[in-house]
């Protein structure tokens, strides 16, 4: 039981105001609003957003996004497991807590996601962008066509694929969409995922990502530069080397102003390899990537990160299950074409580590970058989105920890579990029961 005093994302004003008087299409929005919506509330209230924004964001939240997070999870049967979370789940949310702005990530799910009509998953997208245009009219979306034609499958490649049975257990992810709150406003992001492409062409994802950015720098010539000097830090890695690539992102605004990402995964966990990510080899070295090391390095000792070489697991782990599991490592690049060389951003997988250790390395780091803050609320917020739970037990909150450095000041997000918040962990035992022999979400 929680503490009297203990606070309670659930008690969020803006988030029961709302519930007072939403009406939902389904039991399973119903679902998804009252399970994750008091999280979200009470992050968009500790992170300093006005009340408008508030009331907007979650607004939108529960007309645009909820609709295409697909059937409630109730187990681990007929769901389309999304590559989001270890635990198949379609939606996280995280903070960036260097500048106290809240995004969301989800994989959008549709009545046709994982049926014969789109095994894959290939299409939902477009019709949740299409939603999200209704919003903001200068979303762009010539970039993210140019890489989703290139990175994942067209309609004969997908019925091969079911035809044959080729996925097997792959990871069947292909696309996902994020957006970062600008306070009264956002902004979205594409990721795509060439695996299942790369299956089927027979071609490794790193040649699809970078022949794509490639083709693409005819338009953008300047991306030419930092694309070179990533591939070629990659190549130096040699036939045995523990990174491979595994993703692209790219903002959809104007090409000319957005980033391209390409992420690498890197299974030898260790500050050694954290160092040669985030220098790429040596080929970083000017005065911010220096600055930034020294934080990186910082954060290696506080977070005291288990060492070892290490595989990404078997796809999902089962809903309610406590994992006991490290994940590997993980950097982005960012392309720009205003920069002549690729910027490392790396990630701290601190999934199925302590939760209270973690949150107790993070106020360290928070209170000596001077975010006095953040590094008071930090904890209090944790205890609020999981009021019932045991946090000196809990393990899986925290799934990644981000960290870049620009414009002479370090950034920092935290990606965290964002499922059965609030009170919802212990009212779902009365919420009217939820069919669960219709597909999920993920």
């Not at 009340?51 to 007929?78: A, C, E, R, T, W």
């Not at 994982?114 to 477009?126: R, S, Y």
């Amino acid at each position: 039981m929680a503490l009297h005093n203990v606070r309670n994302a659930s008690d969020t004003s803006v988030y029961k105001t709302l519930s007072s008087i939403f009406d939902f299409a389904d039991e399973d929005q119903k679902q998804w609003w009252h399970s994750t919506a008091p999280m979200f509330a009470d992050m968009l209230q500790a992170s300093g957003y006005d009340i408008h924004s508030q009331y907007k964001h979650l607004g939108i939240y529960k007309k645009y996004i909820i609709p295409f997070l697909g059937f409630y999870p109730v187990d681990d049967d007929n769901r389309w497991l999304s590559i989001l979370t270890r635990y198949g789940l379609p939606f996280e949310l995280s903070l960036n807590c260097s500048d106290s702005l809240v995004r969301y990530t989800y994989e959008p799910i549709n009545a046709a996601t994982g049926t014969a009509k789109d095994p894959f998953n290939t299409h939902a997208i477009w019709d949740s962008l299409s939603k999200l245009q209704l919003l903001r009219k200068d979303i762009d979306l010539e970039l993210f066509r140019h890489f989703k034609t290139d990175l994942t499958l067209n309609a004969d490649e997908s019925a091969y694929l079911l035809a044959h049975n080729l996925a097997g257990s792959e990871i069947k992810t292909q696309n996902k969409l994020a957006l970062d709150l600008k306070h009264g406003d956002f902004v979205v992001k594409t990721y795509i995922y060439p695996a299942l492409k790369a299956l089927v062409t027979g071609r490794s994802i790193q040649d699809l990502m970078f022949d794509s950015v490639h083709r693409w720098s005819h338009q953008s010539p300047t991306l030419l530069n930092p694309l070179s000097v990533l591939s070629d830090y990659i190549q130096s890695r040699g036939p045995e080397s523990t990174i491979t690539p595994r993703l692209l992102s790219c903002d959809l605004i104007h090409p000319s102003k957005s980033r391209v990402k390409i992420y690498l995964l890197e299974r030898t966990v260790s500050l050694p390899s954290l160092e040669d990510l985030w220098t790429l080899g040596g080929r970083l070295s000017d005065p911010s990537t220096t600055a930034g090391l020294l934080l990186v390095r910082e954060l290696w000792s506080l977070l005291q990160m288990p060492s070892g070489v290490l595989s990404y697991p078997d796809p999902y782990l089962p809903l309610g299950s406590i994992p006991n599991e490290q994940l590997p490592l993980m950097a982005n690049y960012t392309l720009h074409p205003n920069d002549p060389l690729p910027q490392p951003q790396v990630y701290f997988t601190t999934f199925g580590m302590n939760d209270m250790a973690v949150a107790d390395a993070l106020v360290t780091f928070f209170e000596r970058r001077g975010w006095a803050d953040m590094a008071a609320s930090y904890k209090e917020s944790l205890r609020g989105y999981y009021p019932h739970a045991d946090h000196n037990a809990l393990n899986y909150v925290h799934a990644y920890i981000s960290f870049s450095y620009r414009n002479n000041r370090p950034y920092m997000s935290v990606y965290l579990h964002s499922f059965e918040t609030g009170d919802y962990a212990i009212t779902r035992l009365q919420a009217p029961e939820v069919n669960a022999s219709v597909e999920i979400v993920s």
